[in-house]
């Protein structure tokens, strides 16, 4: 039997805290609280958590440093809680090293999801470079180099191949344009988000069913992409 | 000029800012003749005609018809503009109303008589001066000259006719009409005209005006007139080669420097220098260089010679007086420091005495490089002499007459005391010395007239009380004779020195006064820090530098005139509005309103006028002293730029506030926002724990709770909304612009609806190929959102929607199409408010922000917002954006390493 997974939880409005960890220890998780970011660092130094979820707004500081000094010595996955229109916001604590995000209000089954999918990434560790990646009906054949949809091999430029490559090295996370930019062009590059937009495009084109309504290669509006394989 | 033939930039600068210039102003014609009865007026009324028959709007401003039929047969039926009537002493005068003209505004306008001077009152001081006004407001103009008014032929014509007249007009004037047309007439037609009575002549100027018109005289003017409109169609060939570089282009750094001498004539010099300039097509300097003895005449002399200097300026030159020890000296250095290389000189500037270099060889000599033109005299003609008043106070500046020459006498009685004193016990040949020193004494003390007095009397009283045989003017001993003569010399070259050098001490103190005046009111006006206080600092400096009364305007937001707390006499606050628009001085010694005792001078900034210097010179002479006036145009600079000073660091404060103000509401919105989301947060959290609560709730409360959780998140989108419309309404939409793909934005518009959609049909057809948009994706992704939201709410769960995006000329439609029950026609522009909605009575929950906050964001991307009706029944809601263009892709290909392995 695996050993139960420890969360943390770092928010300062009681109610939302409270609901949160019933939520995960109905879930199986053990959970530690934290109100304030002292609090939230402590805890994350002793109970050695495999998952955080942190709030931004936080009586004693900016979550976005809660998550970039947790990153200095942790890579447990973080879950970022944000308002809507707060974009900038968002971006900051994804570069920072947050892993996901979800948009208050949220509801149980969102939330869940999220800590599931998490979870399972942990647990399945990095996906190895020479694995055969399969998400619907798409296989990425990486030793082969070959992309097939549906059976069919597709063909993909050097550059869609490398983002696509990248999306698959971070399945499930949200992915800043910044970081995607810095990994597929290099840095010198963060500003041109056309050109993500563009071959975003051409990928979706050639591997989803309908462009305009992908279920795979998902658009997180003002913040970046992120690549559902579960769905 | 370039040795390619290529037109110097220089000029083909000026010649584009001219163009500008002229594209916005009216057109000038001037129907050009050589004396009256040639037929200008007729010409004119004739061309207006023709005009108003091809629709143009012809207005006849002043048409004189001198009671001639036929000419005021064609006057009939053009409209007409009623005249002004001016009280002038004890008559009322018909004067041309400019006002009225701006006001009506026609295509074109006809203002007879060109050189006609206005009756004190009006504006301006001459009627073209009305015209220029005219040509600014973009209104056309014909008028009529002859020949004999225009300014650089006044005195050739004056020459030959024997008559001057007092109307003139500057050339600069008459050469910047764009079209002139020479209305010619051979002398002997126009001499029967005149017996044949056609030809009006005033009553009381019969006699003169028959002298007049002698066949002799009419040919010259004939001739003038055609050689200056020659001169004028050459100038025209010369614009033309210079748009067209047509061969070579003439010299722009060959100008001409004209020497305005003291005597009478100079203007002649000056006229003479105006033509010659224009035939060369040069720039032209006029100085005058006052020296030493020429700062001692006589009031009326002086006159004169700035009226000449300003003449100068009116004729097209930069004109300057300077200040020099010698003439010649002061030229070449003037010639030398503004790289001119041809000097004019009247052939009157020559020497007092026979023996004396001219003028012209002194230069020569100085400056051997440079060309010497001499002009031959005038032509003496019958001249009313100079309306100026004498003014007694421009002698030399040292105190009055009579004392200082009673001084003299004392000096030397004091001289000859002490001689006597001195007499038993030196020899006469030390005597001489003390006598010498009294007359340097005298010089240094009282100037140059006194030490020559002094010269002869010192001399006399030597002789007379020194000299054996004593009290007499005999002299015994021949060689005292050279004793005298060197001793006057000696006199009178000390004299000579001493005075020269107090002048330069002088022109010293004053110069330095002059900086340190300038000096100290920059440095007050720098630490000034509220518009009052600059004021403040202006008006007391000018008006203790220029001892005159000094009033300031400064403008509101409007750039209108504030009127001043305290009333002057005199002041015109429409003169001053006037000054401010034009950027242009009027009043006292200026074109504009030369009646007022005011001068007006816009205080000029950088950007625009901040104001109007208004002030009343005590002695109104003072001002046209070209350096006096320079001195007063810095002091309004200085004045000009703190007052802008002060206007930006007011600009700076008010956006400080409001960034300040910016800030607050900023960080009160967060507040609210999240002080409202937060318990709703909490709401819709504890509906979802007590669904999944153990052990389960019965039916009844399950439905409670989700109906809790329905309504909270419901609450939450409202609060959203709500929050947005205040941002958008305190005009704090800031768009973060990024070069988006629309199908990008309605496929995660389309994500995100996805549990409203359910399974309701949705079509998104999407033109292939479309460029990428310049656009705030987050905020179109909200519009597309609320438009969704619209549609799922308003029609049946199961009627299919479409989304089409397509590409209309310069500008992306995007359309969201639905089968629902339509908008009425009458709503399709109430719907877009905010707080409407479509169906009032309904049971729909919504607040009708959605579609305001649409419109908000799609108006701030600058694209638009309707609805059209879909058929047979629906509603297709359709929002465009303006497509730029995208920034290229170039190097978006490249792959850098370190390389990923590569497909096959």
Redesign the interface.
Known sequence: MTPMPVALVLED?R??RR??C??LE?EGWQVHEAATLREGLVQAATRRPDLVIADL?LPDGDGVDFIRELRTWSGAPVIVLS???R?NEKVAALDAGADDYIT?????AELLARTRASLRRLRAGKPTEDAVVRFGDIEVD?P????RKAGREV?????E??LL?VLIANAGRVLTHPFLLRAV??PGHSE????L?????NL?QKLED?????RHL?????VGYRLLTDA | MTDDGRPDPDTLLAQIHANDARAHRGRLRIYFGSSAGVGKTYAMLVAARKLREEGVDVVAGVVETHGRGETAALLQGLAALPARQIPYRDRVLAEFDLDAALQRHPGLILVDELAHSNVAGSRHAKRWQDVEELLAAGIDVYSTLNVQHLESLNDVVGGITGIVVHETLPDTFFDRADEVVLVDTPADELIERLATGKVYLPAQAEHAARNFFRKGNLMALRELALRRTADRVEEDVQAYRIERRVGQVWKTDDALLCCIGPREGAEHVVRGTARLARQLAVSWHAVYVETPALQRLAGPARERILQTVRLAEELGAHAAVVVGQGIAQALVDYARRNNLSKVILGRSDGAAWPWQPSLASILGRLAPDVDRIELGQAVPARRRPARTPSDPGYDDASGNGPWRYASVFLGCAATTLLSAVLAPYFELANIVMVFLLGVVGIALWQGRGPAVLAAFLNVAAFDFFFVPPRLSFAVSDVQYLLTFAVMLAVGLLTGQLTAGLRFQARVATHREARSRALFEAARDLSSTLTTEQAVDVAVTVVAREFRADVVIYTLDHHERIIAPAGEQPGLDLGTAQWTCDHLHPAGLGTDTLAGSRWLYLPLKATMRARGVLALRPREPRLLLVPEQRSQLETFAAMTAQALERLHYIEVARGATVQIESERLRNSLLAALSHDLRTPISALVAATEMLAGSRPELGAQQQELAASIRERALRMADMVTKLLDMARIQSGEIRLHREWQSMEECIGSAVHAASVLLAARPLRIAIEPALPLVECDGVLIERVLANLLENACKYTPPDSPLEILVHRAERELQVRVRDHGPGIPPALKEAIFEKFTRGHAESATPGVGLGLAICRAIVAAHGGRIWVEPTHPNGATFVFSLPLGDPPSLEGADELLPPATPEPR
Do not use: C, Q
């Open positions: 409005e109610e939302i609901f949160v019933a939520a109905a707004g308002a809507r229109t974009e208050k209000p949220f509801g149980l990486s082969a180099r070959v992309v063909h993909l430029t050097p550059i191949y490398r490559g062009w290099g041109n988000t056309h050109y937009r563009v071959y975003m495009g979706r309908d462009s305009a309504r992908p998902l658009t997180e509006t003002g």
